[in-house]
């Protein structure tokens, strides 16, 4: 694999005092393109053989363009508080909005390539974590990101002299550790790995470069030409796109107005017809006069839920004393125990979901929980892949996240209300999946829960907000028009179960019709789940000596 890496390609000085100043400047250029059109983020990915030049050539890339609008992450051993979150919240917090180069070294490939040399996991396992960051990057270029992945490669000899290069130079000695002899003494398992993790990983979407790193006049020129044409290439396509776009919206807007203008003249001649038989007392045919457009109402999860359970006033006192008094104990005990939680909560407008929370945080230490309402992504987060922003959020271990609203939003009023596409939306339950695996896999509890209440009850409670003055704010435009479209959600939230609930996130469906029941409900989940955990927690202890 590695053999047209190893053939002693250079490049002159003389030549490369030529090409340097003009890739330099269409470097400029593609730069402040990608900056003024603020479409998609690039990242450039970078790993390779010790003492190839992957550093040198992103601190000459930062010097070639404006550093300004780049990202340069280099991730080392985790912190504290990257170990106490799953392995790629780091990752996902480091990625650059659109508009703006990231520059990553030893990043995502970095640990499972380690982790197989040193022998600490199987072939079986390094796959698994291939797996992992091919769905990360497919993700990310899904949603519009442009992914560059070079590899420099030195031959086992080239490496040898490079680092004793750098060793005689008082100036560039530091930069050769033991660690880099001793990764050069394991050359051939290095080799056997990387080879193992090009073939995995390298996709159509985003395929792996593999740069000869002998020669830094041509790895530098090499991999600037790479970039330069990968942003062109990549913006040329993006102007075409919107050509096309606007070709068919104007052609839409024609179409419309001509169906529009024949609907008029129809019923200017409806209007004749029925003056002329005004006499004519036949009975109507109801199967013409059904609007052809109009659809029958399927049956839906929700459909089944019994909306008439409830709880009288004096059980939910006592019951929510005893419920709140068992998760305080639970929280304490996972608390103790390092054990996460990420509670989710969606619903209608008006179900409860804010009663719910309040009654759940009611039983936890303040210092220990975070609240997060979901709204309308802010400019910063609309810059991003959509689940940028909850990464950002996942709780510490030990502590409880309460997502208002959460990731599920892609799914439900993105594509209800047309603000994702089709394609977008129904590519985000295996990203959304893909997510929640990653949490559950790190150990966090994740309890999701669709607080659901009738139509009816929806109405009965809005026009009870709208008589209550400190409850009048939460009833909105936006509550009565997601009101108006109630079964294209209720078959979102259809579709969002039967693609969503995992048997290691699955949904609690919650009766809301009765809050004081819904309220109970969701906290006795809430302590299922944490007991099952601590329980498996506990399984997995090393037994005391005896």
């Given amino acids: 694999m590695f053999e047209t890496a190893q053939l002693g390609r250079t490049i002159s000085r003389a030549d490369y005092r030529k090409q340097e100043p003009l890739l330099r400047a269409e470097l400029l250029g593609v730069q402040q393109e990608l900056l003024r059109a603020v479409r998609f983020p690039v990242i450039v990915v970078f790993s390779g053989a010790d003492g190839a030049g992957k550093g040198e050539t992103v601190n000459l890339l930062n010097e070639w363009m404006d550093p300004r609008w780049i990202v340069t992450r280099a991730f080392s051993?985790?912190?504290?508080?990257?170990?106490?979150?799953?392995?790629?919240?780091?990752?996902?917090?480091?990625?650059?909005?659109?508009?703006?180069?990231?520059?990553?070294?030893?990043?995502?490939?970095?640990?499972?390539?380690?982790?197989?040399?040193?022998?600490?996991?199987?072939?079986?396992?390094?796959?698994?974590?291939?797996?992992?960051?091919?769905?990360?990057?497919?993700?990310?270029?899904?949603?519009?990101?442009l992914i560059l992945k070079f590899w420099?490669?030195?031959?086992?000899?080239?490496?040898?002299?490079?680092?004793?290069?750098?060793?005689?130079?008082?100036?560039t000695r530091w930069r050769v550790?033991?660690?880099?002899?001793?990764?050069?003494?394991?050359?051939d398992g290095f080799i056997a790995a990387n080879e193992r993790i090009i073939m995995r990983t390298s996709t159509g979407e985003v395929p792996w470069k593999i740069v000869e790193g002998s020669d830094a006049r041509y790895r530098s020129i090499t991999v600037g030409v790479a970039v330069r044409d990968a942003i062109r290439k990549?913006?040329?396509?993006?102007?075409?796109?919107?050509?096309?776009?606007?070709?068919?919206?104007?052609?839409?807007?024609?179409?419309?107005?001509?169906?529009?203008?024949?609907?008029?003249?129809?019923?200017?001649?409806?209007?004749?017809?029925?003056?002329?038989?005004?006499?004519?007392?036949?009975?109507?045919?109801?199967?013409?006069?059904?609007?052809?457009?109009?659809?029958?109402?399927?049956?839906?999860?929700?459909?089944?839920?019994?909306?008439?359970?409830?709880?009288?006033?004096?059980?939910?006192?006592t019951q929510l004393e005893q419920a709140q008094g068992r998760l305080n104990e639970l929280y304490r005990k996972a608390r103790a125990r390092q054990v996460s939680t990420i509670l989710v909560l969606e619903g209608w407008d008006a179900a409860g979901k804010g009663g719910a929370i309040r009654r759940v945080i009611a039983a936890l230490d303040a210092r220990d929980y975070q609240v997060i309402p979901i709204s309308k992504p802010t400019d910063e987060e609309q810059a991003q892949h959509y689940l940028w922003r909850f990464w950002r959020y996942l709780p510490r271990a030990g502590r409880f996240t309460v997502f208002d609203r959460s990731w599920y939003g892609r799914v439900l009023v993105e594509r209800v209300e047309h603000f994702a596409t089709e394609a977008e939306w129904m590519r985000a339950y295996a990203e959304i999946n893909q997510f929640e695996q990653e949490?559950?896999?790190?150990?966090?509890?994740?309890?999701?829960?669709?607080?659901?209440?009738?139509?009816?009850?929806?109405?009965?409670?809005?026009?009870?907000?709208?008589q209550i003055a400190y409850k009048s704010w939460k009833l909105t435009e936006e509550d009565w028009r997601n009101r108006a479209n109630w079964d294209l959600y209720e078959q979102a939230v259809n579709d969002m179960v039967e693609r969503t609930s995992t048997g290691i996130a699955p949904w609690t469906l919650v009766e809301g019709n009765d809050k004081r029941y819904a309220r109970i409900k969701v906290i006795n989940t809430v302590c299922e789940r944490l007991q099952a955990a601590l329980d498996r927690h506990e399984g997995l202890q090393p037994a005391a000596s005896t």
């Avoid at 106490?84 to 650059?96: D, T």
């Avoid at 390094?126 to 960051?133: A, Q, T, V, W």
């Avoid at 420099?152 to 100036?171: I, N, V």
């Avoid at 150990?443 to 009850?457: A, M, Q, Y």
Wanted: net charge negative; charged share 35%.
């Fill in 177 to 187: 550790t033991e660690t880099d002899w001793k990764h050069w003494r394991m050359y």
């Fill in 77 to 145: 051993a985790m912190s504290d508080e990257e170990r106490e979150r799953p392995e790629y919240w780091r990752f996902w917090r480091s990625l650059p909005p659109k508009g703006v180069i990231g520059l990553f070294l030893s990043c995502w490939y970095s640990r499972p390539l380690l982790d197989r040399v040193y022998g600490r996991t199987t072939a079986s396992e390094l796959d698994e974590c291939l797996d992992k960051i091919v769905a990360f990057e497919k993700a990310l270029a899904d949603d519009g990101a």
């Fill in 439 to 466: 949490l559950v896999q790190h150990g966090i509890v994740l309890v999701k829960f669709w607080v659901h209440i009738t139509k009816d009850e929806q109405m009965r409670r809005f026009k009870a907000r709208e």
């Fill in 152 to 171: 420099m490669h030195l031959g086992r000899e080239h490496q040898k002299a490079r680092l004793k290069k750098l060793e005689r130079d008082p100036l």
């Fill in 234 to 317: 990549r913006l040329a396509l993006m102007r075409v796109e919107e050509r096309v776009r606007e070709e068919l919206m104007q052609k839409r807007r024609e179409q419309q107005a001509a169906w529009l203008a024949a609907l008029a003249e129809d019923q200017q001649d409806a209007t004749v017809e029925a003056m002329s038989d005004e006499d004519d007392n036949t009975p109507a045919d109801p199967a013409a006069a059904q609007d052809p457009g109009e659809v029958s109402r399927e049956h839906t999860i929700l459909s089944t839920l019994d909306m008439f359970l409830s709880l009288g006033k004096q059980d939910y006192k």
